[in-house]
């Protein structure tokens, strides 16, 4: 089990999002590369898009104009990932069910949010909602 996991969808496929502050992209594993496929066939996909991990491995993937991406706290309409047989989604166990890592494009798109690793929440609030509600304390 990944502490950072969470339940969450990708167009209308449920989905198991990793939240990863570290990668720069978000990479899908090949089952929601498929799912995608079949429930989503009309979505741009540029096949030999090549992703570098930090400890130098190189993948090939194909990189995939998402739809609407629904996490616990937010929702983004304007993603994409890189579909890739990544050696982690079998680290994990999940090379059989829908899965992506979350990296910073999506999360970036944030004002401000939360993890609780323990409790295996993720919040996020934006800037405007905090100063809407409490316009003296944010000066």
């Given at each position: 089990?990944i ?9 209308n ?16 594993n090949?089952?929601?590369?498929e799912v995608?496929m079949?429930?989503?066939p ?5 096949p030999?898009v ?11 993937g ?21 579909a890739?047989a ?11 069910e829908?899965a992506?890592i ?8 944030l004002?401000?949010?939360?993890i609780d690793?323990g409790a ?7 800037l ?12």
């Amino acid at each position: 089990v990944i502490s950072s996991e969470i339940d969450g969808r990708v167009g209308n496929v449920p989905t198991k999002l990793m939240l990863d502050t570290g990668a720069e992209h978000c990479i899908a594993n090949m089952a929601l590369s498929e799912v995608l496929m079949r429930r989503h066939p009309r979505l741009q996909r540029v096949p030999d898009v090549r992703i570098y991990g930090v400890t130098g491995q190189k993948l090939v993937g194909e990189y995939i104009v998402l739809p609407r991406v629904d996490l616990r706290a937010f929702t983004v309409t304007d993603a994409a990932c890189v579909a890739a047989a990544a050696p982690i989604f079998g680290l994990w166990d999940l090379n059989n069910e829908p899965a992506m890592i979350v990296g910073v494009n999506l999360l970036s798109r944030l004002e401000s949010f939360s993890i609780d690793y323990g409790a295996r929440m993720f919040d996020a609030e934006f800037l405007s909602a905090l100063t809407a509600r409490n316009p003296v304390a944010l000066g």
